[in-house]
């Protein structure tokens, strides 16, 4: 993804996610979603405990 009007965003809660966030590190907006106890690395840029219910209606 290489073109200059497109930002991918990137919205998870799950492990296996990683990889995606790793692979657009410096492409795009990775955000992981974590339990309050959740202490694991990841490649996200940003973290969040919950989502606002008008971002999960986007969620495909």
Same mark, same amino acid.
């Given at each position: 993804?290489?073109?200059?009007? =497109?930002?991918?965003?990137?919205?998870?809660?799950?492990? #296996?996610?990683?990889?995606?966030?790793?692979?657009?590190?410096? %492409?795009? =907006?990775?955000?992981?979603?974590?339990?309050?106890?959740? #202490?694991?690395?990841?490649?996200?840029?940003?973290?969040?405990? %919950?989502?606002?219910?008008?971002?999960?209606?986007?969620?495909?």
């Amino acid at each position: 993804m290489n073109h200059p009007s =497109v930002l991918p965003i990137y919205i998870s809660d799950d492990v #296996t996610d990683e990889a995606a966030f790793q692979a657009l590190r410096g %492409t795009g =907006v990775c955000i992981c979603v974590r339990g309050e106890n959740d #202490t694991r690395m990841t490649w996200a840029d940003y973290t969040v405990k %919950t989502l606002p219910k008008s971002v999960l209606f986007y969620q495909c």
